[in-house]
């Protein structure tokens, strides 16, 4: 992801946003449930939850339907980039 097209999602941060393929890593443990949060939010969460759940097939869906959906590469990304400044007003 270039940064124009950081810039472009950091602006949306606000924005509705679903989290999905995130999964528990215990045995017999249900996988976690997420509503619809802020962007960055949902991406402040992915990033804090790194280790105490298998985020391998981790989306985070926002914008309409033709917005691509951000996967563990460029929630990363995006992290490095923008760091606590994602849940700035």
Known sequence: ????????????RHAPASISGVRSLGRGQADPVF????LGEAI???VQADG???LSA????????QTPALGSYE???LWTEYGQR???V
Do not use: N, T
């Open 52 to 54: 105490q759940y298998d």
């Open 75 to 77: 929630i990363k990304q």
């Open 35 to 38: 509503h619809s949060r802020p």
């Open 1 to 12: 992801m270039d940064r124009p097209a950081m810039a472009s999602v950091f602006r949306m």
């Open 44 to 46: 402040r969460f992915i």
């Open 86 to 88: 994602w849940m700035e």
């Open 58 to 65: 981790v989306l985070i869906s926002y914008g309409d339907r």
